[in-house]
């Protein structure tokens, strides 16, 4: 082979827990925003509010919570979670906590001059995410993959910034939209509680294949917007979510994407264990849990200067 080959492999990892839009509101401006303005990608899906249900807590057991999942009057999960296991109580210096439950969360949180701290809390949606990062302490769920499954409404970026910014503290336009015209998902929820965000950043991995003539050049003219910029193109362009107006059937040209960079083929995935539907088809993705999202068990959209395709695991290639 003669030349060099330039390739790039990129998974979308949440920088935040799967979070409502009513969260999202309640966050605004709190020390959590810190993590999400990690992110410059983001979508928002829907899908039916989930609860709490036939939850205990066994303090004579190292205080042990179980608990049921449902939706509606419908069984979807069972689970329990071991609190002295848990990353944020173990490692946090408050040896005195209080623990409160109710159909929306599981909070651990101590009091402080008339005030309530958290150190961890769990709703329904993101404990099924923590427990699909294998998280310590939390425990069965083991259905998770087939509950983190939502309609995917819209792929946005931030051009310029953070996803914080762009999509929580400041005004904007499709989750307006969203809130306005989403119908609801299951009778007595609130649209506002059906509705999430996942705020993720791009992981990339670059790859050069040399041929026998060809001179050595690692150069790869990076420029992680213009990344960003493409990845949305792509997803777009393939899975064309509802509130999108802009389908970018023109993919993969594009001015401010890469294809005119010295890539030659690039992959994306999501490397979180999430599903997103769409009235044009459905993307799964998953987790290793020592290479992150790179691997089989996800699909993966392959784009080169031509054509860009959706590939799905266990179909297209082996999981």
């Known amino acids: 082979m003669s030349g060099t080959q330039r390739g790039k492999i990129s998974f979308l990892e ?5 979070l409502s839009n009513q969260e999202a509101f309640q966050f605004k401006d709190q020390p959590a925003a810190n993590f999400m303005r990690k992110s410059d990608f983001y979508m928002i899906g829907g899908k039916p509010k989930s609860k709490f249900h036939n ?10 919570i179980t608990f049921d999942i449902y939706v509606g009057d419908d069984l979807k999960s069972s689970g329990s979670m071991d609190i002295k296991s848990l990353v944020a109580v173990k490692s946090s210096s408050v040896n005195n906590f209080d623990v409160g439950m109710n159909e929306n969360s599981i909070e651990i949180f101590y009091k402080k001059n008339g005030s309530k701290y958290f150190i961890e809390r769990f709703t329904p949606e993101n404990i099924l995410w923590h427990r699909s990062r294998k998280a310590e302490g939390i425990i069965g769920l083991d259905n998770y ?9 819209y792929v946005g970026i931030a051009k310029k910034g953070d996803s914080y910014d762009r999509l929580i503290k400041n005004g904007h336009h499709a989750r307006l ?6 119908p609801q998902r299951y009778p007595g929820a609130r649209v506002t509680d059906e509705i999430f965000l996942f705020l993720f950043r791009i992981e990339p991995l670059f790859l050069t294949i040399f041929g ?8 790869f003219d990076y420029d992680h917007k213009k990344i960003v910029a493409d990845a949305e193109k792509a997803f777009v362009s393939l899975l064309q979510p509802n509130y999108n ?7 993969p040209k594009g001015a401010d994407g890469l294809f005119n960079s010295k890539l030659d083929r690039y992959v994306y995935s ?5 599903t997103f539907n769409t009235p044009h088809g459905k993307m799964k993705g998953n987790r290793d849990g020592l290479l992150g999202g790179l691997t089989n068990k996800a699909d993966f959209i392959f784009v080169d200067k031509q054509s860009s395709q959706l ?3 266990g179909e297209d290639f082996e999981a």
């Open 14 to 18: 949440l920088v935040f827990p799967p």
């Open 55 to 64: 939850y205990s807590i066994c303090e004579d057991n190292n205080l042990i």
């Open 145 to 153: 993959e087939e509950l983190l499954c939502y309609d995917l409404l």
């Open 177 to 182: 939209d969203i809130l306005s015209n989403e």
């Open 212 to 219: 026998a003539d060809s001179e050595i050049d690692l150069d």
């Open 245 to 251: 107006t802009v389908k970018f059937q023109n993919y």
């Open 270 to 274: 999501i490397g979180e264990a999430l």
């Open 311 to 313: 590939f799905i695991s």
